[in-house]
């Protein structure tokens, strides 16, 4: 069975930093893009980040320079480590794999269809000022 699991969300103050780990099992991300998307309350769904199947990675403007997302040394883990967080960090970020992760799409996070690729239940980030 394929499945994506977040961890490493928790609560910090504004200032901190947390690192979040994508583990992929049923399948390996080679050739993958994998990308860190969020939800906040009452928001759509951000694309925050993505590491794509040729190596080359974006960042969205608003988390440029704090945040850097890797691969670990499986090739089933991807990390997203995010320092100097601020309040409106505060989200369920989530992780997907897709052969290819549109970059015009900020994705559906929550209950995506097949099209979209291999999504996780979302891990939570609150950041408190």
């Known amino acids: 069975e394929v499945q994506l699991v977040e961890s490493g969300g928790g609560s910090v103050q504004a200032g901190g930093s947390l690192r979040l780990s994508c583990i992929g099992s049923?399948?390996?991300?080679?050739?993958?893009?994998i990308g860190w998307y969020r939800q906040a309350p009452g928001h759509e769904c951000e694309r925050v980040s993505t590491i794509n199947g040729d190596g080359s990675i974006d960042y969205s403007d608003s988390v440029k320079g704090r945040f850097t997302i890797s691969q670990g040394n499986s090739k089933t883990t991807v990390y997203l480590q995010m320092n100097n967080l601020k309040p409106e960090d505060t989200a369920v970020y989530y992780c997907?794999?897709?052969?290819?992760?549109?970059?015009?799409?900020?994705?559906?996070?929550?209950?995506?269809?097949?099209?979209?690729?291999?999504w996780g239940q979302g891990t939570q980030v609150t950041v408190s000022s």
């Open positions: 049923g399948f390996t991300f080679d050739f993958f893009d």
């Open positions: 997907a794999a897709a052969l290819y992760l549109d970059p015009a799409v900020n994705g559906p996070c929550q209950n995506p269809a097949p099209a979209f690729g291999y």
